[in-house]
C-alpha cells in the first residue's frame, strides 16, 4: 500500500516558478513508476509528467515541455516538479500518482493517488 501526500503548491506570478513535492508512505523505489497529473474544474484530468523507477526515463506533456522537470529521490521515497515559466493556463489542481512497475502517461493506469495541491498563476 502507497499513500502520497503532495505540497509546495501556492500563488506565483506568470513567469513564476514553484516546485511542488511528493511523499511517499511506502517504498516506491524499483517498484513504482512515478507521475503528476493536473485538474481544473469542469475538464479533463491531463497528464503532465512521469518518471521512471530508477529515473532514467522521463516523458512529458507538450504543453509543459521545456518548463517543467519531474525528478525522484529513492532514498527519500519523493518526487518532484519543478515548474519554470509558469503561466496563467497552468492554474489548476495538482496529483502525483504511483503506477506498479512500467511507466504510462494514462491516468486510469495509476493505482495510487495524493489529495492534490493548488498552483496558482495570476498577477
Known amino acids: 500500500q502507497v499513500q502520497l501526500v503532495e505540497s509546495g503548491g501556492g500563488l506565483v506570478q506568470p513567469g513564476g516558478s514553484l516546485r511542488l513535492s511528493c511523499a511517499a508512505s511506502?517504498?516506491?523505489?524499483?517498484?513504482?513508476?512515478m507521475a503528476w497529473f493536473r485538474r481544473a474544474p469542469g475538464k479533463e484530468r491531463e497528464f503532465v509528467a512521469v518518471?521512471?523507477?530508477?529515473?532514467?526515463?522521463?516523458r512529458y506533456s507538450d504543453s509543459v515541455k521545456g518548463r517543467f522537470t519531474i525528478s525522484r529521490d529513492n532514498a527519500k521515497n519523493t518526487v518532484s516538479l519543478r515548474m519554470n515559466s509558469l503561466k496563467t493556463e497552468d492554474t489548476t489542481i495538482y496529483y502525483c500518482?504511483?503506477?506498479?512497475?512500467?511507466?504510462?502517461?494514462?491516468?486510469?493506469?495509476?493505482?495510487?493517488w495524493g489529495q492534490g495541491t493548488q498552483v496558482t498563476v495570476s498577477s
Open positions: 518518471i521512471s523507477m530508477a529515473g532514467d526515463l522521463t
Open positions: 500518482a504511483a503506477r506498479w512497475r512500467d511507466v504510462s502517461t494514462l491516468g486510469l493506469e495509476f493505482g495510487y
Open positions: 511506502g517504498d516506491i523505489s524499483n517498484a513504482f513508476a
